[in-house]
């Protein structure tokens, strides 16, 4: 059974880092690609990125320039970093395997609210 | 503003069927069958209902299905139950460098 669960500080100060990781169990890092997507309270759901193993990324042009996803197979997880954060990034932030053929997110983590405040 | 359009309600009776539209363009719905659906009740993760347009998951009820006709895609939930009340949304590949866009959700009410 594939599960992906995220970590990470629930309460980021403006102006600075939001910094998320999601472990993998029962699937290897090494296949498909892993991704990024994230919820504002009571909103829709927004694509953030996703990675491949080998270190390949794709980011939304809307958060392009903030955001940096990285891989670690050793660790069978992989990182979120978005930079700068305002009150707008406040948001349930979920990791998620997509399939490598494929543009649907079939495993979802349970999600983990960022609060930015000071 | 979402890339995708759905309507922000729909309701039902228990046993009756309803269908959630999701609207795009050519560059995402209209151009490839990778739309799929997710099923999100309150609190919890999204959960994969459908994908490549009409495909389902292991373990998904047959209750429900999906297609596709020009830019629409369309969910439809079959012998509706009490535990089908929940958020759907949709989502496409798309051409643009977007690659992955979602629609707005739609709420289900069961009435």
């Known amino acids: 059974q594939v599960q992906l669960q995220e970590s990470g500080p629930g309460l980021v100060k403006p102006s600075e880092t939001l910094s998320l990781t999601c472990t993998v169990s029962?699937?290897?890092?090494?296949?498909?690609?892993w991704g990024w997507i994230r919820q504002p309270p009571g909103k829709g759901l927004e694509w953030i990125g996703y990675?491949?193993?080998?270190?390949?990324?794709n980011y939304n042009p809307s958060l392009k320039s903030r955001v940096t996803i990285s891989v670690d197979t050793s660790k069978n997880e992989f990182s979120l970093n978005l930079t700068s954060v305002t009150a707008a990034d406040t948001a349930v932030h979920y990791c998620?395997?997509?399939?490598?053929?494929?543009?649907?997110?079939?495993?979802w983590g349970q999600g983990t609210l960022v609060t930015v405040s000071s | 503003q979402s890339a995708l359009t759905q309507p922000a309600s729909v309701s039902g009776s228990p046993g009756q069927s309803i269908t959630i539209s999701c609207t795009g363009t050519?560059?995402?719905?209209?151009?490839?069958?990778?739309v799929s659906w997710y099923q999100q009740h309150p609190g919890k993760a999204p959960k994969l209902m459908i994908y490549?347009?009409?495909n389902r998951p292991s373990g998904v009820s047959n209750r429900f299905s999906g297609s596709k006709s020009g830019n629409t895609a369309s969910l439809t939930i079959s012998g509706l139950q009490a535990g089908d009340e929940a958020d759907y949304y949709c989502?496409?590949?798309?051409?643009?460098?977007?690659?992955?866009?979602f629609g707005g959700g739609t709420k289900l009410t069961v009435l």
């Open positions: 990675i491949y193993h080998s270190g390949s990324t």
């Open positions: 029962g699937d290897s890092i090494r296949s498909n690609y």
């Open positions: 490549d347009v009409s």
């Open positions: 050519s560059s995402d719905v209209g151009g490839y069958n990778y």
């Open positions: 989502s496409s590949y798309t051409s643009s460098s977007t690659l992955v866009v």
């Open positions: 998620a395997r997509r399939d490598s053929w494929d543009y649907y997110f079939d495993y």
